[in-house]
């Protein structure tokens, strides 16, 4: 592994991958750049162009980094992406192909489950997922074992695709598609921030590799400084109301000037909820509503950073010290320097 902060030649390489094997088959030595987007909130999680010479027909390509440092050159794997859609360009003197590619999930989006298609209560969640998968994409998937069963019958929608309908399946088990450095489809858990370790730390010391450009968003609209909860039962009513007056917390009563008042009327409880329960769900309420989520974009020069990472940003110069993200879009520029644009989101808490 190259130390990613020292000085390196870089390039790119592109394979035309067997479908049969997902396996490396052909090399291309007509693509120009490209550029290979990753997007959490995609349907696909991304998608990639490349600027080629010449047609290749559909077909899946993987790109690699290619790096020299020391003596010692190596090979990064960045995805497989599916080619369909070309067009070309010609500028009097050469001809130019733009062409978009996507990942493999795009394989499960092309098809619909039969009507009325269903999977029975008590059924294993994720070993139905993996079947669904594997039968219908070309891609190697990465099967992920868990003892989590379907507490009803989950029926498809008629507008569903397969895509849509195994992640809505896999969803009763806060599990979600992804995709590895070689295409290859694998499932992963939905976890907060806070329970994720930090795969790569950026600073901006001399070794960083973090640009000095940085940007980050917030909004607290809406976030209340007030919680009213109210319960009616067959013999007792019970009222709660709970109030952010702390001169620290910038969504206070104090520093906002106003009450903003969130109200929560008959809330569901396991039996008959005490007083006591009633306060602590309205303070757990006001808790939970006074996170706000800062949304950070940023650029570094390569690392082995995926699409729904954990990293660790210090950038004191923004204000930004010891703070843990998670990585939710990725743009990588496959040019020499290899710049990485990234999208993260990190929450805290304005009340405590």
Not at 60 to 82: C, D, H, K, S, W
Request: aromatic letters at 10%; hydrophobic letters at 35%.
């Amino acid at each position: 592994m190259p130390d990613w902060t020292k000085s390196m030649e870089q390039s790119f390489e592109y394979y035309i991958v067997d479908p049969g094997t997902w396996r490396d088959q052909k090399k291309l030595d007509n693509i120009l750049d490209g550029t290979i987007d990753g997007d959490l909130e995609a349907e696909t999680l991304g998608s990639a162009t490349f600027n080629i010479s010449d047609s290749v027909g559909e077909c899946y390509i993987r790109p690699y980094l290619v790096t020299r440092q020391n003596g010692i050159t190596e090979r990064f794997p960045m995805g497989a992406f599916l080619v369909q859609t070309q067009k070309t360009e010609f500028d009097g003197k050469y001809t130019k192909v733009p062409i978009d590619a996507y990942t493999p999930l795009l394989e499960l989006k092309e098809n619909l489950p039969p009507l009325g298609y269903s999977i029975m209560k008590d059924s294993n969640i994720m070993d139905y997922a993996y079947r669904l998968t594997r039968e219908r994409v070309r891609a190697p998937v990465v099967q992920t074992s868990i003892d989590e069963k379907l507490y009803s019958d989950f029926v498809a929608n008629t507008d569903d695709t397969w895509l849509t309908f195994i992640n809505d399946l896999m969803a009763n088990a806060k599990y979600q598609f992804g995709l590895d450095e070689l295409g290859r489809v694998i499932f992963m858990p939905n976890q907060d921030v806070d329970c994720l370790q930090p795969v790569w730390e950026f600073n901006d010391d001399n070794s960083s590799i973090l640009y000095p450009d940085l940007s980050t968003n917030r909004d607290m609209y809406g976030i209340p400084n007030v919680v009213e909860v109210s319960y009616s039962g067959a013999t007792e009513n019970y009222y709660a109301r709970v109030v952010n007056d702390n001169p620290n917390s910038p969504v206070s009563t104090v520093n906002r000037g106003r009450e903003i008042t969130h109200r929560v009327t008959n809330p569901e409880f396991a039996g008959k909820p005490t007083e006591g329960q009633i306060e602590i769900y309205a303070k757990n309420l006001l808790n939970q509503l006074s996170s706000i989520e800062y949304t950070v974009t940023f650029a570094h020069g390569y690392c082995p950073v995926r699409l729904g990472d954990c990293v660790r940003l210090n950038y004191s110069r923004a204000g930004i010290n010891g703070v843990k993200a998670k990585i939710t879009k990725q743009s990588i520029a496959c040019k020499p320097g290899c710049k990485v644009t990234e999208t993260a989101i990190f929450t805290k808490n304005l009340w405590r």
